[in-house]
Nanobody, 122 residues
Framework: QVQLVESGGGLVQAGGSLRLSCAASGRTIGYYAMGWFRQAPGKERDFVAAITGGGGRTYYADSVKGRFTISRDIAKNTVSLQMNSLKPEDTAVYYC???????????????WGQGTQVTVSS
């Protein structure tokens, strides 16, 4: 079992930056593939970025590639999402997720955080 708590959301102007954090408890994140997803009003929850458990390889949605960076600190048991050059279309609730299997993380993660709101004004 792992519990996830996100923080760092807020209101920012277009072109600005935010850093989201996901604090995990229960087990070390080294056992899990970790990811960030987002859900805008009236839309489905979409994949944003992921980092694998073993090798720490990173993957990104095309819409955020080059602007967002996912990272992890195993000693602190946290995963972060650095978001730069934010656009109004990045506005959404951002969720942290975890799963022992990377392939399953992308579809139906076993564990979710409660979400944090990110609003980008134009």
């Amino acid at each position: 079992q792992v519990q996830l708590v996100e923080s760092g959301g807020g209101l920012v102007q277009a072109g600005g930056s935010l850093r989201l954090s996901c604090a995990a408890s229960g087990r070390t994140i080294g056992y899990y593939a970790m990811g960030w997803f987002r859900q805008a009003p009236g839309k489905e929850r979409d994949f944003v970025a992921a980092i694998t458990g073993g090798g720490g390889r990173t993957y990104y949605a095309d819409s955020v590639k080059g602007r967002f960076t996912i990272s992890r600190d195993i000693a602190k048991n946290t995963v972060s999402l650095q978001m730069n050059s934010l656009k109004p279309e990045d506005t959404a609730v951002y969720y942290c997720a975890a799963d022992p299997l990377y392939e399953r993380l992308l579809k139906t993660p076993r564990y979710w955080g409660q979400g944090t709101q990110v609003t980008v004004s134009s």
